[in-house]
């Protein structure tokens, strides 16, 4: 009886993966209605698998989830910043625990999040990790665990570069590459630049000891408008990046580095901090690379000193031009992403049928 019994759960669990009814779980970071590119990595997730009929959640971790606009503006909605679109996805909070997760189903889970994958180390489903950034794999990691222990053993990367820092210290988990997406709204303009300078860092304190730094050492220039690019619209933030005429760049622990490639893609060249993993993308024509966080500020000077006299090298944009064209496209990266979750989905249907055929040989 028992075995009849596991055999129609184990049908029920295969026919709701071939039939794309499985359930797939996305866990977001609420960002507070603060824009940021790993957030847009895990609604573009969500909504390729949308796209080819798969049954995809954004899955929060509170019920207040910064879906909507506040009164007093204090935060943007998602179709704010990201665009209505993806504010029609299904989105589902873990709150009140009354999520349900069946073997048929998928969750996804950024590796900062290290306490939700030991509260679903128990739990029978296809689980996955999101590392988008190196620098938070063990923030929340006990001493001496890996991602394995909690039985995540496969993870989704963006860079080559760090799937081989990962695939170091998590040596059972097998890691997989999508390359973000850097949206077609980040485009060229015929209208000449305007001297404004996008700067965007990690830390804020950054932007500020720039931008006080450059008025003080050079007076000269105090014509020149600086913006920080926090808090914008992806649409906002586009439009305003194609006005500049150089963009500076902070980010140490990045991965992979959204921002000067949108840049690029704006034909805006990027003076930058060379971070500590260096993204494939990067090479020394393509951008203004340095390692001295304090000669920022004369670089900058020397630049628009460049701008103004129209004196700029002309293989810097043509090295920009052809990053660029190496870059995934939205049906690239929809594809990518599709195609790797179907071999997942592939793999789990094996497992069931596996354990379907071993129950029906006992019953025999």
């Given amino acids: 009886m028992a075995d009849n019994i596991n055999v129609k759960k184990i049908e029920e669990s295969l026919n709701l993966v071939k039939s794309k009814e499985s359930k797939i779980f996305v866990l977001t970071q609420d960002s507070k209605g603060n824009p940021k590119a790993s957030i847009a990595y895990n609604y573009n997730l969500v909504k390729s698998l949308v ?4 049954n995809a959640f954004i899955l929060h971790e509170n019920n207040d989830y910064k879906l909507t606009d506040s009164q007093n503006g204090e935060w943007m909605s998602i179709s704010e910043w990201l665009g209505e679109e993806y504010m029609e996805l299904n989105h589902e909070s873990i709150e009140n625990q009354n999520l349900k997760i069946s073997p048929e189903d998928f969750i996804f889970i950024p590796e900062l999040y290290a ?8 739990i029978t489903c296809g689980k996955i990790v ?7 794999i063990l923030e ?4 001496g665990t890996s991602w394995s ?9 963006t860079t080559e570069e760090q799937k081989k820092h990962i695939e170091s210290l998590m040596k059972q988990t097998s890691v997989d590459v999508i390359e973000p997406l850097i949206p077609n709204s980040f485009n060229t303009k015929d209208k000449p630049s305007k001297p404004i300078v996008s700067i965007h860092t990690r830390d804020q304190r950054d932007t500020m000891k720039i931008i006080k730094s450059f008025y003080l050492k050079y007076p000269q220039y105090r014509w020149i408008t600086f913006r920080d690019m926090r808090g914008l619209s992806q649409s906002e933030f586009a439009n305003t990046l194609k006005d500049c005429c150089l963009s500076v760049w902070i980010d140490e622990t990045s991965s ?4 000067p490639l949108e840049s690029m893609k704006c034909n805006v060249p990027v003076l930058g901090l060379v971070p500590n993993m260096l993204p494939e993308w990067m090479n020394e024509d393509n951008g203004i690379w340095i390692n001295n966080k304090t000669h920022i500020v004369d670089y900058v000077a020397d630049y ?3 701008w103004l006299e129209d004196n700029l090298n002309p293989n810097l944009f043509e090295s920009m031009l052809k990053t660029n064209e190496n870059l995934s496209n939205k049906e690239e990266f929809y594809s990518v992403s599709v195609n790797l979750f179907q071999g997942y989905l592939n793999k789990r249907m094996s497992s069931f049928e596996e354990q379907l055929s ?5 019953e025999e």
């Fill in 115 to 122: 306490h939700v994958m030991e509260q679903l180390s128990n």
């Fill in 358 to 362: 071993k129950l029906q040989t006992i």
């Fill in 130 to 136: 999101i590392s988008q950034s190196y620098d938070y």
């Fill in 149 to 157: 222990q909690y039985n995540f053993l496969k993870c989704i990367t």
């Fill in 256 to 259: 992979y580095g959204t921002f």
């Fill in 304 to 306: 628009i000193q460049n």
């Fill in 140 to 143: 929340t990691l006990q001493p």
């Fill in 51 to 54: 796209n080819e009929g798969y």
